[in-house]
């Protein structure tokens, strides 16, 4: 039995009122099928089964509360035995003598699963993106076992205490659900099922050696579940329907029939062979034939922090009314800072780039326009100013485009902000940023220089006020107060402003504010704390 515990719905939401229960004890449930209403302080939500089963317990009567993380209902879930059922199938076989049952009924130890954990404020499910571990292996505890990708990062789940892995519920490629079992492992110091000659094995080891039964025996040749439909994923029936292949059509190897993404694979590589000699060969060297009369088209879902930031852009985009101002920094004066400081933050193991004194520069020009760091409320008719100025940085990482960003950069010194670029930097890029360092950003800064590009019109990280493209430095002529040709480190910067709270004159003053700092660096130290 698995109790389905209510996750995160919404920032700051610790509770909410069950308001109509769509099912009943005994029921039957399907995957994402609606299952309860509740109502928080802010709306009213729709929860959905994590996946098939039948309902077992209510914990939350309807017009009570109930709170996060904690159970909300129990259920079994497809193709689980009901722990009453087993012992009258366990008896003796036919054909075995009483004297041998001590024999079959050797210890072992119970297996467990691991429940995902919460991930995130908010996150609900994730996709698996790699195992490190496979059904038998021993395990050690904190040991990676798995890497999954939410919409906001990369993340590693390492194993809870030592033991042997039983089976990996979710395949690479599929979703994993927050409180949902991930996988089973029996522990090394784990209780013993010390039986009778006549006592059942534990109920989630439903037969004496599971892994050696589940490959001896062929799938049934219905492949129909307990339900009478054939269980499957979301994600083996897509890529059926894209080889245009019929679920009956594919033997399941899986538990009660189940078709795994491996049966289509093989089911795939029997048609290829039997269907004509020379298919291997072109499998063996497809490029051997790069002017093909079809390509075929790659298709990649849309998941994880590509998606996140797909729906974060389009939803900035078209709620937010853009304008866009552009400016020029000399940064001679600064390259010249950095070169000097340069050997010394590098004793202190610390890489010193522009970027620390762009966020130095701007949390000090805030100070004279809080209105940059400020926010919207909901309902659109409040101005929220924030304490702290939390600085995001653009970073194209392995995950896709992250905007961690450092905290409270008007309390830190240079080599401080220094230091927390470089953290976030190298989370990112491996796609292992922490949620903590993802949230709370007040205005962000994207480097499109570092790639080679010059000029941007980048889109407002709501529901942040402003964010501002810095180009690649180049060296041109200028003329100096003497009216002499000079050559100058030359910057293009490009503000994106929320038109609801910022006019043009306000991030004109601002960014003149910004640059004066930056050209002349050492006007910083006179505000320095």
């Known amino acids: 039995m698995t109790e389905f515990k209510l996750p995160d719905i919404g920032e700051g939401i610790v509770e909410c009122e069950v308001v109509e229960w769509r099912i009943k004890e005994g029921d039957v449930i399907e995957e994402d099928q609606p299952v309860v209403e509740v109502m928080t302080d802010k709306a009213l939500v729709e929860i959905t089964a994590p996946e098939a089963g039948r309902v077992t317990r209510l914990h939350v009567p309807r017009g009570e509360i109930a709170r996060v993380h904690a159970p909300l209902f129990a259920y079994e879930a497809e193709g689980e035995a009901p722990a009453s059922a087993e012992p009258e199938t366990q008896e003796t076989p036919a054909g075995e003598s009483a004297g041998t049952a001590p024999r079959a009924a050797a210890p072992q130890k119970t297996a467990k699963d691991f429940i995902l954990p919460d991930l995130g404020e908010g996150i609900v499910e994730c996709e698996v993106v790699e195992w490190r571990i496979a059904e038998g292996e021993t395990i050690e505890e904190d040991q990676p076992v798995v890497d999954v990708m939410t919409d906001k990062a990369m993340m590693e789940i390492t194993a809870p205490e030592a033991g042997q892995v039983t089976r990996l519920h979710v395949a690479k490629g599929e979703i994993a659900r927050v409180h949902a079992p991930l996988f089973?492992?029996?522990?090394?110091?784990?209780?013993?099922?010390?039986?009778?000659?006549?006592?059942?094995?534990?109920?989630?080891?439903?037969?004496?050696?599971?892994?050696?039964?589940?490959?001896?025996?062929?799938?049934?040749?219905?492949?129909?579940?307990p339900h009478g439909r054939i269980p499957a994923s979301p994600a083996v029936r897509r890529l059926l329907r894209e080889h245009g292949l019929r679920l009956e059509q594919v033997p399941g190897s899986g538990k009660q029939g189940r078709v795994l993404k491996e049966d289509i694979q093989a089911f795939l590589e029997r048609g290829d062979t039997a269907a004509a000699a020379p298919a291997p060969a072109s499998e063996a060297a497809p490029s051997a034939r790069p002017s093909s009369e079809e390509a075929?088209?790659?298709?990649?879902?849309?998941?994880?922090?590509?998606?996140?930031?797909?729906?974060?852009?389009?939803?900035?985009?078209s709620t937010i009314p853009h304008f866009q101002y552009g400016e020029e920094l000399d940064v001679t004066e600064l390259l010249a800072l950095r070169q000097r400081l340069k050997p010394e933050a590098e004793a202190r193991g610390t890489k010193v780039t522009l970027m620390p004194f762009f966020m130095k520069a701007m949390a000090l020009a805030i100070r004279d326009f809080p209105i940059l760091n400020s926010r919207l409320n909901e309902a659109g008719d409040e101005i929220h100013y924030l304490p702290s100025c939390n600085i995001g940085m653009a970073v194209d990482g392995k995950a896709g485009l992250m905007v961690?960003?450092?905290?409270?950069?008007?309390?830190?010194?240079?080599?401080?902000?220094?230091?927390?670029?470089?953290?976030?930097?190298s989370d990112a890029r491996e796609g292992r940023v922490a949620s903590s360092d993802l949230k709370g950003g007040t205005i962000?800064?994207?480097?499109?220089?570092a790639l080679g590009g010059t000029y941007a019109a980048p889109i407002i990280n709501a529901p942040e006020v402003a964010i501002v493209a810095?180009?690649?430095?180049?060296?041109?002529?200028?003329?100096?107060?003497?009216?002499?040709?000079?050559?100058?480190?030359?910057?293009?910067?490009?503000?994106?402003?929320?038109?609801?709270l910022i006019d043009g004159g306000t991030i004109a003053r601002f960014c003149n504010a910004w640059k004066g700092y930056l050209e002349a660096p050492e006007t910083m130290l006179l505000h320095l704390g």
Not at 405 to 423: F, P
Not at 444 to 449: K, T
Not at 472 to 497: C, E, H, Y
Request: proline letters at 10%; hydrophobic letters at 40%; charged letters at 25%.
């Open 184 to 225: 089973a492992y029996a522990p090394e110091h784990g209780e013993q099922a010390e039986e009778t000659a006549t006592a059942a094995p534990a109920p989630s080891e439903p037969a004496p050696r599971p892994a050696a039964t589940s490959r001896a025996e062929p799938p049934p040749a219905s492949g129909l579940g």
């Open 296 to 317: 075929e088209v790659r298709v990649e879902p849309l998941r994880g922090v590509r998606a996140a930031m797909a729906r974060q852009m389009v939803a900035s985009a």
């Open 404 to 425: 961690p960003n450092v905290k409270g950069v008007e309390r830190l010194t240079l080599l401080e902000i220094a230091g927390e670029i470089q953290r976030l930097t």
């Open 444 to 449: 962000s800064i994207s480097n499109i220089g």
């Open 470 to 500: 810095i180009g690649k430095t180049q060296w041109l002529p200028r003329f100096d107060s003497n009216d002499a040709v000079v050559k100058r480190a030359i910057m293009t910067v490009t503000w994106a402003g929320d038109h609801r």
